[in-house]
């Protein structure tokens, strides 16, 4: 059973930065490609980022390219997203997520998802 939890969400100002990050029970020589989702009050939950699991292939969201970036540490357990120009259009619950596919932006692709954390940016 994959468990993945999130944390680092809070309130922070527009323009400044937070590091998301996910804790999970994957172990080093998983195979699994890790994503974070977002979803806003009252719209659909969309892809933010991926990553697969060596760390080599990476996709971005139009809209966090170049102000986000998703990393893994080097055991191999966690997954960050370090958010930089921080937007009032960032606020939304983020979730992790994992899948045996390689890096894909679907999420009906990922198999296990966290319970997700708050980004509130105010303006």
């Known amino acids: 059973q994959v468990q993945l939890a999130e944390s680092g969400g809070g309130l922070v100002q527009a323009g400044g930065s937070l590091r998301l990050s996910c804790e999970t029970s994957l172990g080093t020589f998983s195979t699994y490609s890790m994503a974070w989702f977002r979803q806003a009050p009252g719209k659909e939950r969309v892809f933010v980022a991926s990553i697969d699991w060596l760390g080599e292939i990476e996709h971005y969201a139009d809209s966090v390219t170049g102000r986000f970036i998703m990393s893994i540490d080097s055991i191999k357990t966690t997954v960050y997203l370090h958010m930089h120009r921080l937007k009032p259009d960032d606020t939304a619950v983020y979730y992790c997520?994992?899948?045996?596919?390689?890096?894909?932006?679907?999420?009906?692709?990922?198999?296990?998802w966290g319970q997700g954390t708050q980004v509130t940016v105010s303006s």
């Open positions: 997520a994992a899948t045996k596919k390689i890096s894909t932006r679907n999420q009906v692709d990922y198999e296990h």
